[in-house]
């Protein structure tokens, strides 16, 4: 990643980011007792932040957290923040959960005794009661089909959006994509030959589903429409056309 990166305003908190992974994700990698098993569709995620796992019937996950030593960390859970639009460094994020399991109804319950969540800027320890108390972003499970729909048939209205970018980190642009969206704001993966960094637009307020959402990114656009395309981006454009 380039050193160019903006400053993240209005950006979500870590508590928030690492329930907002927990929500989006597909599918993790557990390493428990010696053992390593990437499960696909099979955890879920209760109000208060533990993992509920539905390991299928070969599993020796189960077998593992019946031995583990009691009051000891039996466990590591690896979810993996992955952008739905295809970019160069696609992990956005990664997520560790060490803690233990127990077993209820016949599936694994996974209760975190640690939480870290690794970000390009770096990683954090996120605090257990804030994790738990922490809501995941109301637009994470959505975020994904409304990257790739802006990707795949506005790539007009991106191209627009960088009139809203300093023109500094525009500088040796080739290509500019949606990255990621939040009810606080959008960011955009500036991809240059040999180096990339991100740039964050921030709503003017929060946006708590896709109908706002549509508000805020049509108030974004409206700002764009009166700004000037920049030069960076009108010589790409003019190389690309010859």
Same mark, same amino acid.
């Given at each position: 990643m380039?050193?160019?990166?903006?400053? #993240?305003?209005?950006?979500?908190?870590?508590?928030?980011?690492?329930?907002?992974? +927990? !929500?989006?994700?597909?599918?993790?990698?557990?390493?428990?007792?010696?053992?390593? $098993?990437?499960?696909?569709?099979?955890?879920?995620v209760t109000d208060g932040g533990r993992v509920l796992l539905h390991v299928p019937e070969d599993s020796v996950l189960p077998a593992? !957290?019946?031995?583990?030593?009691?009051? $000891?960390?039996?466990? &590591? +859970?690896?979810?993996?923040?992955?952008?739905? %639009?295809?970019?160069?460094?696609?992990?956005?994020? /990664?997520?560790?959960?060490?803690? #233990?399991?127990? %077993?209820?109804?016949?599936?694994?319950?996974?209760?975190p005794t /640690?939480?870290?969540?690794?970000?390009?800027?770096? !990683? %954090? %320890?996120?605090?257990?009661?804030?994790? !738990?108390?922490a809501a995941p972003d109301p637009l994470a499970t959505a975020e994904a089909r409304l990257l790739t729909h802006l990707a795949d048939c506005?790539?007009?209205a991106v191209e627009r959006l960088t009139r809203l970018v300093d023109t500094g980190s525009l500088h040796g642009a080739v290509r500019v994509q949606p990255l990621a969206v939040d009810r606080h704001g959008l960011t955009l993966r500036v991809e240059r030959v040999?180096?990339?960094?991100? &740039? /964050?637009?921030?709503?003017h307020a929060p946006a708590d589903d896709v109908a706002e959402l549509t508000e805020r990114m049509h108030a974004l +656009?409206?700002?764009?429409?009166?700004?000037s395309?920049?030069?960076?981006l009108q010589r790409q454009r003019a190389d690309r056309d010859g």
């Open positions: 380039g050193d160019d990166r903006q400053s #993240w305003t209005a950006a979500p908190g870590a508590a928030e980011r690492a329930r907002s992974v +927990l !929500a989006a994700a597909w599918s993790c990698v557990v390493t428990a007792e010696g053992t390593r $098993e990437e499960l696909v569709g099979a955890h879920t593992a !957290a019946i031995c583990a030593p009691r009051g $000891e960390p039996s466990a &590591v +859970l690896e979810f993996a923040d992955v952008a739905p %639009v295809p970019v160069r460094n696609r992990i956005r994020a /990664r997520l560790w959960l060490a803690g #233990w399991f127990s %077993v209820q109804d016949g599936h694994l319950a996974f209760q /640690r939480v870290v969540l690794r970000r390009p800027s770096g !990683a %954090v %320890v996120v605090d257990l009661d804030e994790f !738990a108390a506005h790539a007009d040999r180096a990339d960094g991100d &740039v /964050r637009l921030p709503f +656009l409206s700002q764009a429409s009166a700004a395309c920049p030069r960076a």
